[in-house]
């Protein structure tokens, strides 16, 4: 009997914190960001986001689940929406600028062994930063302790060190092979940042980071046939709340939960990642934020911005010959594996989540007409029977050398081609290997990046001084504002949502 109970007593005895999340720690406390491109690149990020946010607005199921919990409720100090009259408490104010930001799937992208976006990670960041500043600003540390004036400087630090955990993880472990969404990523980046944010100490920040890791992670069904659905558009501000809520449980007090990831039996890897522990390309530094992709011209999803710049390009080849998409008798699309294995769906799509999605649908688009909007997944689009009719026309396969070239270091490409073959016997074909939101491209891309952001700015706010304000504000000198000057810029004024 002594020997089974000594043997239970060590069993108990608690390990030192996972290595992983030491790791995590020591790189949001500790690492010192110091790179031009990465605070640049945060700045047009941070631009691209807020106005994805705000385009998203003028979806009624996107706004309707904007605001708080208890209908009238305003947060004194709390955090405000960007496009919104709402000022929330900041659990809840990571849900709505998190959930706004990814509507429409037209924010940054990062893609390797797991795909994401992690710009969803500015849903918790800024309510935080904003909540505090508002806090402090008004009642110094009397009320909230850690409170303390954030500039836009800080925000951008926080998004290139969130970008970079959630992008270093996804390099080399796929969490969509195990049956899990992405946003479990933008739950442990998000609640590592703000941990630091709100004062928490190191080790406190591995206790907030193993809390994120030991919650509950959400299934990737709702990305997929036959259970494509909007919560795909909300999941991140979902993740984000959770975070920003996570981490104030251990400023209370929380302990964490060392070994999450390696316990036997109950720890992440047995239980959700079939046993195998996280594989690492490289350090943590700013190499995500760095070479993060844009969605600049085409609100699709990643894997097929390629396809729909071949696809424009064919488009404008037809109406040169003097044919139309009437005149195709077939469409041969050559994608990479994941984007073959994500988006290569026949069959009846839906609803507008079941439609951006596919990359038939966003294919068979802009051959018919030369263009692909958010407004093009719709109902009063998607009714047009022609776009299923050439659906019908094509066959997607994975290229090979596409595959390769995604996952290299070096390239990162996201190659598509798409070949039409007319009815005539002619054929005509595009091949492109990286979109206009490549590294590679960034300076042909950037100018049309800040169109975008113009764009989505102007069709939000109706005012002129006000537009104007935002873009004057918004330039190279923007990290040395005041967070929440900043974001009262954002403020609607003639209606809540």
Not at 131 to 158: C, E
Not at 305 to 312: D, L, R
Request: aromatic content about 8%; some cysteine.
């Amino acid at each position: 009997m002594s020997g089974v109970l000594s043997r239970i007593i060590t069993d108990n005895v608690r390990p030192e914190p996972d290595k992983v999340l030491q790791e995590i720690a020591d790189y949001v406390h500790f690492y010192q960001i110091d790179s031009p491109v990465a605070i640049e690149t945060a700045r047009l990020c941070l631009l691209d986001t807020l106005g994805c946010g705000l385009e998203a607005l003028k979806y009624d199921n996107c706004a309707r689940l904007i605001g708080p919990v208890v209908p009238g409720t305003v947060v004194p100090n709390g955090t405000k929406v960007p496009g919104t009259s709402y000022q929330l408490d900041p659990v809840r104010g990571a849900f709505a600028i998190g959930m706004a930001v990814r509507w429409l799937d037209y924010n940054d992208c990062w893609l390797a062994a797991e795909w994401g976006h992690p710009s969803d990670n500015l849903g918790g960041i800024l309510a935080v930063a904003d909540w505090l500043s508002r806090t402090y600003r008004a009642s110094g540390t009397s009320v909230v302790s850690f409170a303390k004036q954030f500039k836009i400087m800080d925000v951008l630090k926080a998004m290139i060190k969130a970008h970079e955990i959630q992008g270093v993880l996804a390099i080399k472990n796929s969490f969509n092979a195990v049956g899990l969404d992405h946003v479990v990523l933008v739950k442990v980046a998000t609640t590592a940042v703000i941990s630091k944010m709100i004062g928490l100490s190191r080790d406190q920040t591995v206790d907030a980071v193993s809390q994120a890791w030991v919650d509950g992670q959400s299934l990737r069904t709702y990305r997929h046939a036959p259970n494509t659905g909007s919560r795909k558009s909300w999941a991140a501000g979902d993740a984000g709340s959770r975070a920003v809520n996570l981490a104030l449980i251990v400023q209370k007090g929380e302990a964490g939960l060392p070994s999450v990831l390696t316990a036997k039996t109950w720890g992440f890897y047995d239980v959700l990642f079939k046993g195998k522990p996280f594989k690492f390309q490289r350090p943590y530094g700013s190499y995500v934020m760095e070479n993060v992709l844009f969605k600049i011209s085409y609100p699709a999803e990643f894997h097929a911005q390629t396809a729909v710049e071949a696809a424009m390009t064919l488009h404008k080849k037809l109406s040169d010959l003097g044919k139309s998409a009437a005149d195709i008798a077939s469409v041969m699309i050559r994608t990479q594996e994941s984007g073959n294995r994500i988006i290569n769906k026949t069959g009846p799509l839906y609803n507008y989540a079941d439609r951006d999605h596919c990359i038939q649908y966003m294919v068979a688009v802009p051959l018919l007409y030369g263009r692909l909007t958010a407004d093009d997944y719709s109902d009063a689009v998607a009714t047009d029977p022609a776009i299923d009719e050439l659906r019908a026309k094509m066959t997607c396969t994975e290229d090979e050398s596409f595959t390769v070239d995604y996952h290299a270091p070096d390239k990162r490409f996201i190659g598509n081609a798409v070949k039409i073959m007319l009815t005539d016997g002619t054929e005509l074909e595009e091949e492109v290997h990286y979109p206009i939101g490549h590294r590679l491209r960034r300076e042909e891309g950037t100018p049309v990046l800040l169109q975008k952001f113009e764009r989505h700015v102007r069709g939000r706010f109706a005012d002129e001084q006000q537009v104007q304000s935002i873009l004057e504000k918004s330039d190279k000198n923007i990290g040395e504002l005041n967070v929440d000057e900043y974001v009262d810029l954002y403020v609607k004024k003639d209606k809540i949502c």
